[in-house]
Structures are given as C-alpha cells and as structure tokens.
C-alpha cells in the first residue's frame, strides 16, 4: 500500500533529522531564545530581503492560525474565508472557539477576490453583525489552486481602501512557489500582505511553522500570546535547527520542486488516460474524476481521500506527493490506473 493521502506521511528529510542528531547535546536558552531558531530567523530574513520583520517559530497550522487570527482581531471582528478554507472546513471550530466568526464565501476555486470582499463588507454594513477585518487566504489553496502576483495586488489595495488585514496561510507555501505557474518570489510577500506563515510540516519538517509578521501594529505581544496558547516551546531549539537546515541553503525549495515533479508526472498520467479534473491545480494536489468502480480497485493498493462524488458513479479523490514521494510509485500508480481503466 503505498500512500497519497497528505504531504505529511513520511518524517522528516534526513538532513534534518542528521542536523537534530549532531546538536543533540549542545546546550541552549529555551523559548525559542537558542542559537539556533536565531539563526533560523536571519536566514529568513535574508531570502525575504528585509529585516523588519517579526518571525515566530511554531510547531503547527492548525496552532499557528488559531492564534495569530485570535491575536490580530478585537472581540467583536471576524475573519473572510473561502468556504473551503482550512480555517473553515478543518480545525475543528479553533478560530470560533477563540470568539471569532469566519464568515465563508462560496468560489469556484478556492481563491477569494475583490468582488468576494465587498460582498461581504456591503453585508455586514453595521453594529449588529460581527465587523469583517481579517481576510484569509491559502497558497496554495486547499484544493491546489495557487495567488498569483496580480491577485494578491488586487487584494492588497482593496483591503488598504477597507482597513482589512490580509492574512496568508502558508502550509503548501513551497509548493506553490515552486509551481511552473507561479510569478511570485518569496521577498515579494512582505509587501503584499500583513502576516503569513512559511510551512515546514508539509516540506520536509518533523514539525514547524515559521509565521512572519510584516504590519508593525501586528507585532506587539505577539510572544505572550503565543505562551499563553501553549505554543512557546521550551525546546524551540528543535523548530530553530529545522528551519535553519531548510533555509540555510535551498532544500526547502528543493524538496518543494520534487512534490511538485511528481504531481506533474501524475498529472501527465491521468490526462493521458482521458480523465478529468475537478480543477486545474498547478501545485502537489490533484483531483482527478474517476469511475467508483476504478476507484475501489485502485485503493486496494493505493492510499488517497475520496475528495466528493460528481455523479452517482464518479468521485473526485485527492492525490498528494510530497518531498519524498518515489518516481516509481508515481510511474506505478499510473500504469495501474491505465490497467485498471482498460479492463473496465
């Protein structure tokens, strides 16, 4: 059984798990106060080209949007969101349980844009209803769709005009950098948004996410919030040498290109094979339409999410690689596919 269920299936890279190993008993301040996620921090700095910048080591997705959107809005605002948003769909109500609503607009691709944001602003025109102030987007989106420059700039204007507070989700942010679409570079996103969070859990890391805070008023206080929610680690050493080794040289964006030549390959495979997809997504997530009855043998030997049914005999499933995913599995999954669709 090999597995395309997530990106997050494996360990971590083995450079990173070597990095642990050799520094294991060298001995460090706690709280993210270590040499190490120091370092971490400039090496940041330095691929975003600007220094004033807050970075803040944390150990997860779910973890890190719960409390930077909890910290960044008032008791009474709340967040935008596509419905499909992971904020919406899979953190088991994190973001309401800290007394903020997410109110979710429906889109065909999982990407939010201007017309959606007034909408929702020509809605909640008064005291009556929670006050929309912090827009939520994924890159690449949780169904693989990716921002592009253009995007983000329309964005970034309309919510200067509105005083929103644009905020990115980054847990596949190296799989959407990295895809053949993409015309943003990583320094380009300080610029165009207030705070996002570079994903490490997704790309190599045993844990980790760095979150980067670019609006000055977002910053203060930042690290009591991040105690108080039990996410200041006392060995945050262990975040610090694993963004360190994913950003010392390129093996973050290494290992992001690998996901994203397996998607290919996969992706090459089933258009081959005349099946459809329920969306284009350029990154390491693919939605092919498949026959149920093909679906049910395919999974005898392979792991991945039935995604929805289009049809009473269609489903949508999702395919994800990773940075450690194997060629030959991809070449195989593909071969299968082929067999098993001839056969039927």
Same mark, same amino acid.
């Given at each position: 059984?090999?597995?395309?269920?997530n990106d997050?299936s494996?360990?971590?890279?083995?450079?990173?798990?070597?990095?642990?190993?050799?520094?294991n008993?060298?001995?460090?301040?706690?709280?993210?106060?270590?040499?190490?996620?120091?370092?971490?921090?400039?090496?940041?700095?330095r691929?975003?080209?600007?220094?004033?910048?807050d970075?803040?080591?944390?150990?997860?997705?779910?973890?890190?949007?719960?409390?930077?959107?909890?910290?960044?809005?008032?008791?009474?605002?709340?967040?935008?969101?596509?419905?499909?948003?992971h904020?919406?769909?899979?953190?088991?109500?994190?973001?309401e349980?800290?007394?903020?609503?997410?109110?979710?607009?429906?889109?065909?691709?999982?990407?939010l844009?201007?017309?959606?944001?007034?909408s929702?602003l020509?809605?909640?025109?008064?005291e009556?209803?929670?006050k929309?102030?912090?827009?939520?987007?994924?890159?690449?989106?949780?169904?693989?769709?990716?921002?592009?420059?253009n995007?983000?700039e329309q %964005?970034r204007?309309?919510? #200067?005009?509105?005083?929103?507070?644009?905020?990115?989700? +980054? *847990?596949?942010? @190296?799989? $959407? &950098?990295?895809?053949?679409?993409?015309?943003?570079?990583?320094?380009? %996103?300080?610029r165009?948004? #207030?705070?996002?969070y570079?994903?490490?859990?997704?790309? +190599? *890391?045993?844990? @980790?996410? $760095? &979150?980067v805070?670019?609006?000055?008023?977002?910053?203060?206080?930042?690290?009591?919030?991040?105690?108080?929610k039990?996410?200041?680690?006392?060995?945050?050493r262990?975040?610090?040498?694993?963004?360190?080794?994913?950003?010392?040289?390129?093996?973050?964006?290494?290992?992001?290109?690998?996901?994203?030549k397996?998607a290919?390959?996969?992706?090459?495979?089933?258009?081959?094979?005349?099946i459809?997809?329920?969306?284009?997504?350029p990154?390491?997530?693919?939605?092919?339409?498949l026959?149920?009855?093909?679906?049910?043998?395919?999974?005898?030997?392979?792991?991945?999410?039935?995604?929805?049914?289009?049809?009473?005999?269609q489903?949508?499933?999702?395919?994800?690689?990773?940075?450690?995913?194997?060629e030959?599995?991809?070449?195989g999954f593909?071969?299968?596919?082929?067999?098993i669709?001839?056969?039927n």
């Amino acid at each position: 059984m090999y597995s395309f269920k997530n990106d997050y299936s494996e360990g971590a890279h083995p450079q990173i798990l070597n990095a642990l190993i050799e520094t294991n008993l060298d001995q460090e301040d706690g709280y993210g106060e270590d040499t190490f996620s120091k370092r971490a921090i400039e090496y940041l700095k330095r691929r975003l080209k600007q220094n004033e910048l807050d970075i803040h080591l944390l150990s997860g997705g779910t973890q890190t949007n719960l409390i930077a959107i909890s910290a960044f809005l008032r008791p009474h605002e709340a967040a935008i969101a596509a419905v499909t948003a992971h904020i919406a769909t899979h953190e088991t109500g994190a973001i309401e349980a800290t007394g903020h609503k997410v109110i979710t607009v429906e889109t065909n691709d999982g990407k939010l844009t201007v017309q959606h944001l007034h909408s929702v602003l020509e809605t909640h025109s008064d005291e009556h209803m929670v006050k929309p102030k912090l827009v939520y987007i994924s890159n690449s989106t949780e169904i693989g769709t990716i921002y592009k420059k253009n995007d983000l700039e329309q %964005l970034r204007h309309f919510c #200067d005009q509105n005083q929103l507070i644009l905020f990115m989700d +980054g *847990a596949r942010l @190296g799989s $959407a &950098l990295c895809s053949s679409e993409n015309d943003l570079e990583l320094s380009d %996103l300080p610029r165009l948004v #207030d705070a996002f969070y570079i994903g490490g859990t997704k790309n +190599g *890391a045993l844990i @980790g996410e $760095a &979150l980067v805070i670019c609006r000055e008023s977002l910053k203060e206080d930042f690290r009591f919030h991040m105690k108080q929610k039990g996410a200041l680690l006392a060995k945050g050493r262990l975040l610090g040498i694993q963004f360190s080794e994913l950003f010392r040289d390129n093996l973050f964006f290494e290992l992001s290109e690998h996901a994203n030549k397996m998607a290919g390959i996969l992706r090459q495979g089933v258009s081959e094979a005349n099946i459809p997809f329920l969306i284009h997504s350029p990154s390491n997530q693919l939605f092919p339409i498949l026959p149920n009855a093909s679906i049910e043998q395919l999974q005898k030997k392979y792991g991945f999410l039935i995604w929805e049914k289009t049809d009473p005999d269609q489903s949508a499933i999702r395919l994800v690689t990773s940075w450690a995913t194997k060629e030959e599995a991809v070449q195989g999954f593909v071969e299968d596919l082929k067999r098993i669709l001839k056969s039927n």
